[in-house]
């Protein structure tokens, strides 16, 4: 009877160590797992005080204000061209040469003893540089068709059209910076604005005026910005830090509470521009550190690892 409670003690020992054993494991296989949270690598930056200037782009594009129109006095046949588009002319210069109808039929009369050529020089009134040459060789004119335009040196002009929206921006007189396709820039003045919509896109047609002679050619499409509002102390943040949704309606940034752990926190931005965000709400301290890179797609809260 003994040797039986003796077996059955062990037994029963021998079941609860094994039962003990495994439930240690597992607690221990479970903290294990928990501790190995990956960390996301991340960098940082905090916040800066300063003027922020919000500003637009809008496209001008080059034309020349005047133009001198050379039409055909009589009409006839156009016997030569003298000059081509682009050639710098002067005043009195022969641009084409236009022989009329007249003289083409008594050609080859006898009845013509003093041999009237009819051959008319067409001359250039003033100094430019030819834009076009509207008929070629051979070609018959009425009298006042054109033969060629001349654009005036100087008389280059950028058109900017603006969203109505913002006319009240464009202040007329004032001095601005134009920038060209090459990377060089331009002061222009705002010199006038007409007094029309265009009827499809709905914009307002502005004259800017070059300050120095530009030897550019026409439909140049340059840049200008346009200045809506500076604030002189705003908060701002780079533009890499702030977070928001699908439609652009929930801002938020991911800001460090320690040096392995940021949260989430909804902010209201302001003036935008191309590198910065204005921080309207809430009041961040100079202290405060943002992840600026390795934020997108965080939870509320995330571990994070600081890359030196």
Same mark, same amino acid.
């Given at each position: 009877?003994n ?5 059955f003690?062990?037994?029963?020992f021998?079941?609860?160590?094994i039962f ?13 797992e928990q =501790? @190995? ?8 930056t ?6 922020m200037v919000e500003?637009?782009? /809008?496209n001008?594009?080059?034309a020349?204000? =005047?133009?001198a129109?050379?039409? %055909?006095?009589v009409a006839?046949?156009? &016997?030569?061209? #003298? @000059?081509n ?8 210069q022969? #641009?084409?040469c236009l022989?009329?109808r &007249? ?10 003893p003093l ?7 067409i001359? +250039? ?11 070629? $060789?051979?070609d ?18 950028f058109?900017? &059209? %603006?969203p109505?929206e ?5 202040k007329? $007189?004032s ?6 396709p090459?990377g060089?820039?331009?002061? @222009?003045?705002?010199?006038?604005? #007409?007094?029309?919509?265009? *009827?499809? +896109?709905q ?5 800017l005026q070059?300050?120095?002679?530009? =030897? ?6 340059a ?12 908060? $701002?943040?780079?533009k890499?830090?702030? #977070?928001?949704?699908?439609v652009q309606q929930?801002?938020?940034v991911?800001k460090?509470?320690?040096? +392995?752990?940021?949260?989430? @926190?909804d902010i $209201?931005? *302001?003036?935008?521009t191309?590198?910065q965000?204005e921080i309207?709400e809430? &009041? ?8 600026e890179?390795?934020?997108? *797609? /965080?939870?509320?809260?995330a571990r994070?690892i600081?890359?030196?």
């Open positions: 009877m040797n039986l409670r003796h077996i003690r062990f037994r029963t021998t079941l609860m160590f003990v054993f495994v439930g240690c494991s597992q607690s221990n296989k479970d903290k294990g =501790d @190995v949270i990956p960390k996301v690598p991340v960098t940082t905090g916040i800066q005080i300063g003027e500003e637009t782009e /809008l001008a594009t080059s020349f204000f =005047d133009k129109l050379i039409t %055909a006095p006839g046949y156009i &016997e030569q061209d #003298l @000059v588009p682009g050639d710098h002319v002067t005043q009195n022969i #641009l084409a022989r009329t &007249e003289s083409m039929v008594l050609r080859g009369d006898s009845a013509n041999n009237y050529s009819g051959l008319i020089r001359k +250039s009134s003033l100094v430019g540089t030819v834009i076009s040459v509207d008929h070629p $060789k051979g018959y004119v009425q009298e006042g068709n054109q033969i060629c335009s001349i654009a005036i040196p100087g008389s280059l002009v058109i900017l &059209e %603006a109505f913002l006319s009240r921006y464009i007329l $007189k001095v601005t910076r134009l920038f060209l090459d060089k820039s331009l002061n @222009v003045k705002i010199l006038s604005r #007409l007094p029309m919509m265009t *009827g499809t +896109s914009t307002q047609r502005f004259i070059p300050l120095t002679f530009s =030897d550019l050619p026409e439909n140049l499409i840049r200008i910005r346009i200045i809506k509002q500076v604030k002189p102390h705003a908060v $701002k943040l780079s890499s830090c702030v #977070l928001s949704d699908e929930h801002f938020w991911m460090l509470i320690n040096d +392995s752990t940021a949260v989430k @926190v $209201k931005p *302001g003036l935008k191309l590198e965000i309207l809430p &009041e961040f301290l100079p202290a405060d550190r943002f992840l890179s390795g934020n997108y *797609g /965080l939870g509320d809260t994070i600081i890359k030196k």
